[in-house]
Protein backbone atom coordinates (compact mmCIF):
# COMPACT_ATOMS: atom_id res chain seq x y z
CA UNK A 1 0.00 0.00 0.00
CA UNK A 2 1.14 3.18 -1.10
CA UNK A 3 1.32 6.06 1.31
CA UNK A 4 1.56 10.25 0.33
CA UNK A 5 2.31 12.94 2.79
CA UNK A 6 1.62 16.32 1.45
CA UNK A 7 2.80 19.52 3.58
CA UNK A 8 3.29 22.90 3.01
CA UNK A 9 -0.15 24.34 2.94
CA UNK A 10 -0.98 26.93 4.79
CA UNK A 11 -2.44 30.81 5.16
CA UNK A 12 -0.57 33.59 2.64
CA UNK A 13 -1.70 36.66 1.62
CA UNK A 14 -2.98 37.19 -1.95
CA UNK A 15 0.44 37.82 -4.03
CA UNK A 16 2.54 35.37 -2.18
CA UNK A 17 3.96 31.63 -2.61
CA UNK A 18 3.82 28.45 -0.99
CA UNK A 19 5.69 25.24 -1.48
CA UNK A 20 3.69 22.15 -1.13
CA UNK A 21 5.81 18.80 -0.88
CA UNK A 22 4.43 14.98 -1.46
CA UNK A 23 6.29 12.01 -0.77
CA UNK A 24 5.16 8.67 -1.00
CA UNK A 25 6.47 5.44 0.22
CA UNK A 26 5.54 1.80 1.01
CA UNK A 27 6.18 0.59 -2.52
CA UNK A 28 9.09 -0.98 -4.04
CA UNK A 29 7.76 0.46 -7.59
CA UNK A 30 8.33 4.05 -7.60
CA UNK A 31 5.20 6.12 -9.12
CA UNK A 32 4.81 6.07 -12.76
CA UNK A 33 3.37 9.81 -12.60
CA UNK A 34 2.41 12.18 -9.85
CA UNK A 35 0.51 15.19 -9.70
CA UNK A 36 -1.44 17.80 -8.23
CA UNK A 37 -5.29 18.17 -7.75
CA UNK A 38 -6.88 20.94 -5.45
CA UNK A 39 -10.47 20.87 -4.98
CA UNK A 40 -12.49 24.64 -3.75
CA UNK A 41 -15.29 24.62 -1.36
CA UNK A 42 -18.49 23.49 -3.46
CA UNK A 43 -16.47 22.65 -6.88
CA UNK A 44 -15.18 19.66 -8.03
CA UNK A 45 -11.61 18.64 -7.90
CA UNK A 46 -9.11 19.07 -10.41
CA UNK A 47 -6.10 18.91 -11.72
CA UNK A 48 -3.56 21.59 -10.90
CA UNK A 49 -0.14 19.76 -12.49
CA UNK A 50 0.86 16.46 -13.04
CA UNK A 51 4.86 15.01 -13.88
CA UNK A 52 5.91 12.05 -15.10
CA UNK A 53 8.57 9.70 -14.31
CA UNK A 54 10.43 10.75 -17.84
CA UNK A 55 9.99 14.10 -16.63
CA UNK A 56 7.12 15.25 -19.23
CA UNK A 57 4.90 17.77 -17.09
CA UNK A 58 1.41 19.41 -18.18
CA UNK A 59 -0.28 22.05 -16.22
CA UNK A 60 -4.26 23.57 -15.98
CA UNK A 61 -4.31 26.17 -18.99
CA UNK A 62 -5.15 28.25 -16.47
CA UNK A 63 -2.15 28.13 -13.59
CA UNK A 64 0.81 27.87 -16.27
CA UNK A 65 3.36 30.35 -15.20
CA UNK A 66 1.99 30.67 -11.64
CA UNK A 67 2.39 27.04 -10.64
CA UNK A 68 5.64 24.63 -11.13
CA UNK A 69 5.70 21.03 -10.50
CA UNK A 70 9.27 19.36 -9.93
CA UNK A 71 10.89 15.97 -8.42
CA UNK A 72 13.80 15.50 -6.78
CA UNK A 73 13.36 11.43 -7.32
CA UNK A 74 10.04 9.92 -8.50
CA UNK A 75 8.48 9.50 -5.01
CA UNK A 76 8.82 13.30 -4.37
CA UNK A 77 7.32 16.19 -5.93
CA UNK A 78 6.76 19.74 -5.46
CA UNK A 79 4.10 22.06 -6.03
CA UNK A 80 5.66 25.60 -6.17
CA UNK A 81 3.07 28.21 -6.20
CA UNK A 82 3.82 31.89 -6.85
CA UNK A 83 1.46 34.92 -6.93
CA UNK A 84 -1.73 33.48 -5.38
CA UNK A 85 -4.63 34.51 -5.65
CA UNK A 86 -7.85 33.89 -3.39
CA UNK A 87 -9.17 31.62 -6.03
CA UNK A 88 -6.26 29.32 -5.56
CA UNK A 89 -7.68 28.33 -2.34
CA UNK A 90 -8.80 24.63 -1.50
CA UNK A 91 -7.22 21.43 -0.34
CA UNK A 92 -4.80 20.42 -2.90
CA UNK A 93 -4.16 16.63 -3.03
CA UNK A 94 -1.38 14.91 -4.41
CA UNK A 95 -1.85 11.70 -6.33
CA UNK A 96 0.78 8.84 -7.32
CA UNK A 97 0.00 6.37 -10.45
CA UNK A 98 1.53 3.61 -10.59
CA UNK A 99 0.56 1.39 -13.65
CA UNK A 100 -3.20 0.98 -13.29
CA UNK A 101 -3.15 2.20 -10.11
CA UNK A 102 -3.37 5.51 -8.37
CA UNK A 103 -3.17 6.44 -4.93
CA UNK A 104 -3.80 9.50 -3.43
CA UNK A 105 -2.70 11.36 -0.13
CA UNK A 106 -5.32 12.98 2.49
CA UNK A 107 -4.31 16.77 1.07
CA UNK A 108 -3.24 19.85 2.79
CA UNK A 109 -5.27 22.84 2.90
CA UNK A 110 -4.22 26.23 1.33
CA UNK A 111 -6.05 29.50 1.86
CA UNK A 112 -5.27 32.70 0.52
CA UNK A 113 -6.54 36.00 1.59
CA UNK A 114 -7.39 38.95 -0.29
Known sequence: QVQLVESGGGLVQAGGSLRLSCAASGSIFSCNAMGW???????????????????????????????????????????????????????????CNIYDLEYWGQGTQVTVSS
Open 37 to 95: YRQAPGKQRELVARITSLGSTNYADSLKGRFTISRDNMNTVYLHMNSLKPEDTGVYYCK
